[in-house]
Nanobody
């Protein structure tokens, strides 16, 4: 069974950048679409960005132009480059397939953006 481990979060000032990584213990090639999700306190988890096996990307409107999702099937890793970060981007970020599957939720990585 594939396990997903997120890393790369941290505390950053508004306008700063972070790069998140999602390392899979097994092949992610079988997942047609991989995604990054986030959940802020008191809010529902939302899909931030997704990328198909063929490289087609989709983004939440609020992050378009600022976030870039990529995947390296050979390394079984998915990335999220986040630029021009805003305080409202603060959340725990998770990766999972799209649509998500409960068994693949990991611990996530905390992103905190200070104003």
């Amino acid at each position: 069974q594939v396990q997903l481990v997120e890393s790369g979060g941290g505390l950053v000032q508004a306008g700063g950048s972070l790069r998140l990584s999602c390392a899979a213990s097994g092949s992610i090639f079988s997942f047609n679409t991989m995604g990054w999700y986030r959940q802020a306190p008191g809010k529902q988890r939302e899909l931030v960005a997704g990328i198909t096996r063929g490289g087609i990307r989709n983004y939440l409107d609020s992050v378009k132009g600022r976030f870039t999702i990529s995947r390296d099937n050979a390394k079984n890793t998915v990335y999220l480059q986040m630029n021009s970060l805003k305080p409202e981007d603060s959340a725990v970020y998770y990766c999972n397939s799209v649509p998500s599957q409960p068994r693949y939720w990991g611990q996530g990585t905390q992103v905190t953006v200070s104003s």
